[in-house]
């Protein structure tokens, strides 16, 4: 930091389990994530490079050099591995990993059908090499999945092996765990944090809307994933109670002086 703040929430350190950033790279050029990394890498825990952008991004060793020198994890995104598996070519996707040096993984079944049970054989499998996220949640918004199938189904990628379990809600954030006009499923996030530590949760929150839902409930230290690059710092700003947002989330009420600015700005607006 620049300067010092007084009265700012703990903010977890890297390598961090909690109050993770799991960044969307949409197709970076080598000069914008050197650009970035230098800007920004203190708050970037993870990049997930989209889709299946990793197959037609140019300069892509040079570009995942350029993460890790910064030492930022990335991995591929879910559907790349999804296009893999729907061609039976799993042992070839490993090597794929293995030939560019990653190290996380995803397993997803947002757009294939996957049975859950072959998701956790997969799972099981790929553990034993690769540290996973998995991914639950259809990316078809018609697909609507009942909260205890979302519990069993976290419960049990867990078990296999998962890291981090990933709440889907694609890059527009309205499928998944949103609703089609982007409104949270609070119920749905509810009966999942009630059986499972949010730890082990990443929440898909593309909208400041919904980044402050989560940052709100959850406090300062939640997991969010696909946030864009140029949302970093905002987002980082929404955790600290540095964004008008959450300026008052943060900061207790029993501070002496933060019962003091109340009055007064209860006065000032009774005066007026």
């Not at 996707?93 to 956790?120: C, P």
């Not at 018609?142 to 889907?168: F, H, Q, S, T």
């Not at 900061?251 to 209860?266: C, F, G, I, P, V």
């Amino acid at each position: 930091m620049s300067f010092k703040l007084n009265h700012l929430p703990n903010r977890t350190e890297k390598p961090r389990e909690k109050g993770m950033t799991l960044v969307l790279d949409k197709g970076l050029s080598v000069r914008q994530v050197e650009d970035f990394c230098k800007s920004c890498s203190k708050y970037i825990d993870i990049v997930k490079l989209g889709w299946g952008t990793s197959y037609v991004t140019q300069n892509l060793e040079e570009k995942l050099a350029v993460y890790s020198n910064a030492d930022i994890p990335v991995y591929f995104g879910g559907t790349l591995f999804e296009a893999y598996v729907l061609r039976d070519q799993l042992d070839a996707y490993m090597e794929l990993l293995d030939r560019f040096n990653i190290e996380h993984a995803e397993v997803s079944n947002g757009t294939i059908w996957l049975s859950d049970q072959r998701k956790v054989e997969i799972i099981q499998k790929m553990s034993k090499h690769f540290t996973i996220l998995s991914e639950i949640g259809s990316k078809n918004p018609n697909d609507i999945i009942p909260p205890y199938k979302w519990v069993k189904m976290i419960e049990r990628e867990l078990e296999a092996g998962a890291w981090k379990v990933i709440c889907e809600a694609r890059e527009s954030g309205t499928v998944g765990v949103f609703r089609p006009n982007g409104e949270v499923r609070s119920g749905l996030i509810d009966e999942i944090a009630d059986s499972v530590p949010v730890e082990n949760l990443i929440f898909e929150a593309p909208q400041k809307e919904q980044q402050v839902w989560f940052i709100r409930k959850f406090g300062s230290n939640v997991n969010l994933g696909n946030i864009q690059p140029s949302e970093v710092i905002p987002v980082e700003t929404l955790r600290l109670g540095l964004r008008g947002d959450t300026l008052f989330d943060f900061y207790s009420l029993d501070d002496e002086e933060m019962s003091q600015l109340y009055a007064d700005q209860e006065k000032k607006e009774s005066d007026e």
